[in-house]
């Protein structure tokens, strides 16, 4: 089946510093999409993008779909404590959303020291 | 709207028995997946509902089963607990969109 390589696997940063992390595939995507989940809770969405070279911005969260359609990358920008967490990117084959060809990466885990 | 809602929050189970989770989706939508999440293995796909039937299915054993009633609620069932069963099991429902997620069930086998 479909893999993702997510990396970082971790992150250790300071508060304030920015955040890149990406996901890399072998094959081609037509839908990414970026989660993140919180201690205790299931995986919330934060950006979805739909067409090769998209950029979009979510608050200080900002993706994009990579011109191949093989990866996508995740930067936040002045991170602060509430952005701990594991951060999730999902590749689809198609554009209907479901779980139909939905791939998810391993996930990053950000943790911030104040 | 309310969100997704698994049932029970955390379940305790021992080896051999059977254990059913239950998963209401957001109202109206009519799409329900279901994930085995462990730190080792990340989000496992087992199955996907659609207006009552299983329209895909991940690579798990025959142990792991689902259904959907007509009201979109769904449940799954495991069967024959092994150790390596503990993990989240995440619900998920969807509209013709990105996955929205419970926030799951803890489950431990001992």
């Known amino acids: 089946g479909q893999q993702l390589n997510q990396s970082p696997q971790s992150m250790f940063i300071q508060e304030g510093e920015d955040v890149s992390m990406n996901c890399t595939s072998s094959?081609?995507?037509?839908?990414w999409l970026w989660y993140k989940q919180d201690p205790g809770e299931g995986p919330v969405l934060l950006i979805a993008?739909?067409?090769?070279?998209e950029l979009t911005s979510n608050g200080r969260l900002t993706a994009q779909f990579g011109i191949t359609r093989k990866d996508s990358f995740l930067n936040i920008s002045a991170s602060i404590p509430s952005d701990v967490g594991i951060y999730f990117c999902?590749?689809?084959?198609?554009?209907?959303?479901?779980?139909?060809?939905?791939?998810f990466g391993k996930g990053t885990h950000l943790i911030i020291q104040p | 709207k309310a969100g997704v809602t698994q049932t029970p929050r955390y379940l305790i189970k021992t080896r051999g028995q059977q254990v059913t989770l239950s998963c209401s989706p957001i109202?109206?939508?009519?799409?329900v997946s279901w994930y085995q999440q462990t730190p080792g293995q990340g989000l496992q796909f087992l199955f996907e509902?659609?207006?009552?039937?299983?329209?895909n299915k991940g690579n798990f054993p025959g142990r792991f089963s689902g259904r959907q009633f007509s009201n979109s609620r769904s449940e799954m069932n495991v069967s024959t607990l092994e150790l390596g069963d503990s993990a989240l099991y995440l619900c998920?429902?969807?509209?013709?969109?990105?996955?929205?997620f419970g926030n799951g069930t803890r489950l431990t086998v001992t």
């Open positions: 993008l739909y067409k090769a070279g």
């Open positions: 998920a429902s969807s509209d013709n969109s990105p996955l929205h």
């Open positions: 094959s081609i995507f037509n839908t």
């Open positions: 999902a590749g689809q084959l198609g554009s209907g959303g479901g779980a139909d060809g939905l791939t």
């Open positions: 509902y659609f207006s009552e039937t299983q329209r």
């Open positions: 109202s109206g939508h009519r799409s």
